[in-house]
């Protein structure tokens, strides 16, 4: 690119799918994902079986966007010292210094995040909420953009601590990876023949650029109708039996942004029921709690969302 050249939301996006899929096939759904979530400023648990490539996705993204990437292995030895960095007094300076700790980077890749305890899980919380950490008592900003990419495993339950339901709810997105295809598998199997390493992957969006992106997604209009309906629909999932705890504002307010970023991604500077709707599943998945009666049945969630959708009524927009 040429010194000054303007470049449109599409190509920039159009760049950022066909970067991170030279080293991801077949995961077009998850990149949007991440794409929707880094517009909406959001963070992202992306929650499959070992061997998926949800690291990859993670390393693949932070790559084509040239920010500064740091993964955080979550062990059990982890202290939250270790994330949020410590003061220790200095000789030199006669001074207390602060030693930055691994959060203070743009993109952070918390690696199998519950298998720490919950007191260095929740040193996460003010970082994802108010992009800051604040450590004896002083504050320090995190470097902007910053977004947290998490990773679990959902069948592996020994020396694991569950996520707090305060913790579920910093995370704009859950993203489930899944199998490939036949089809897929084969191109996977191809591609390794001859493998690109993730390393290698150039940077196709400046950071201004990003800024860009996610200023102008800021712009697109939710009306009056829309937030009536996204209104509707967080009441319902506080009044069904089913569920012990329905979505808070804050999972509300997380299904518009989410659903503004979808119609940014389509094209479009409005945002139309099917942006919402498509956004559900992702954006409150990870937020419902169902009774012990209830999430017996795998596809509870499944069922409880198309429940919702039928259930509710959906605005006519002029």
Request: hydrophobic share 40%; proline share 7%.
């Amino acid at each position: 690119m040429n010194p000054g050249e303007k470049r449109y939301p599409d190509d920039l996006l159009k760049k950022l799918r066909a970067n991170i899929g030279q080293v991801l096939i077949g995961k077009q759904e998850a990149i949007e994902l991440l794409l929707n979530a880094l517009l909406c400023h959001g963070h992202c648990l992306i929650e499959d079986v070992p061997g998926v490539g949800k690291t990859t996705l993670a390393h693949a993204f932070a790559r084509s966007l040239g920010l500064d990437f740091q993964r955080i292995q979550f062990t059990p030895d982890v202290l939250p010292s270790d994330i949020t960095g410590y003061t220790v007094y200095d000789l030199k300076q006669g001074a207390m210094t602060f030693h930055p700790g691994a959060i203070m980077s743009q993109i952070i890749l918390a690696d199998e995040i519950n298998r720490s305890s919950p007191k260095t899980q929740s040193s996460l919380l003010e970082a994802m909420q108010e992009g800051q950490v604040t450590v004896d008592g002083q504050t320090y900003p995190l470097p902007q953009p910053f977004m947290v990419l998490a990773t679990q495993n959902p069948i592996e339950f020994a020396g694991t601590f569950p996520l707090p339901e305060a913790q579920l709810d910093r995370f704009l997105l859950r993203i489930h990876l899944g199998y490939p295809s036949p089809t897929e598998e084969m191109a996977i199997l191809q591609q390794h023949l001859t493998p690109r390493m993730v390393q290698e992957l150039p940077a196709v969006v400046t950071q201004v650029e990003i800024t860009a992106l996610q200023q102008t997604c800021a712009e697109v209009l939710a009306s009056e109708p829309i937030l009536e309906y996204i209104t509707r629909l967080v009441a319902w999932t506080r009044v069904q039996e089913s569920i012990t705890l329905g979505i808070s504002p804050r999972g509300g307010i997380a299904l518009m942004q989410a659903a503004r970023a979808k119609a940014f991604l389509a094209g479009r500077t409005f945002v139309i029921p099917d942006d919402v709707q498509s956004m559900l599943e992702p954006v409150w998945s990870h937020r419902l709690v169902l009774r012990p009666e209830a999430a017996l049945d795998r596809t509870a969630l499944a069922k409880l969302f198309g429940r919702l959708i039928r259930e509710t009524k959906i605005p006519t927009l002029s």
